[in-house]
């Protein structure tokens, strides 16, 4: 069955970095856009980025811009989001998702079919 797993989350300090992953299962990964979302308490699912299945195409939401780097490695069935200089308000739990067969969109949750369990990014002193 299709699974997506996350990976990677921790505890930080403000200015540094965290690599999450995103291991997918049960499809092959290079058919599909992937995208990384991030919920704080309280708040709604946001779209941080999203590449597309070749990787030639990436998206980054303006408040990370310059700061995560989305990649993936089709050969390892991966994504990454390296993110760089982390900022308290990056505090949130990570999840990827791949975009559906009509998805659009690429930020709204709605385009995204599958989604994994989220990983805990916190960013404090």
């Known amino acids: 069955q299709v699974q997506l797993v996350e990976s990677g989350g921790g505890l930080v300090q403000p200015g540094g970095s965290l690599r999450l992953s995103c291991a997918a299962s049960?499809?092959?990964?290079?058919?599909?856009?992937i995208g990384w979302f991030r919920q704080a308490p309280g708040k709604e699912r946001e779209g941080v980025s999203c590449?597309?299945?070749?990787?030639?195409?990436?998206y980054y939401a303006d408040s990370v811009k310059g700061r995560f780097t989305i990649s993936r490695d089709n050969a390892k069935n991966t994504v990454y989001l390296q993110m760089n200089s982390l900022k308290p308000e990056d505090t949130a739990v990570y999840y990827c998702?791949?975009?559906?067969?009509?998805?659009?969109?690429?930020?709204?949750?709605?385009?995204?079919?599958?989604w994994g369990q989220g990983t805990q990014v916190t960013v404090s002193s």
């Open positions: 049960g499809f092959t990964l290079d058919y599909y856009d």
């Open positions: 590449i597309s299945d070749s990787g030639g195409s990436t």
């Open positions: 998702a791949r975009q559906g067969p009509d998805g659009s969109n690429w930020s709204e949750p709605y385009a995204y079919d599958y």
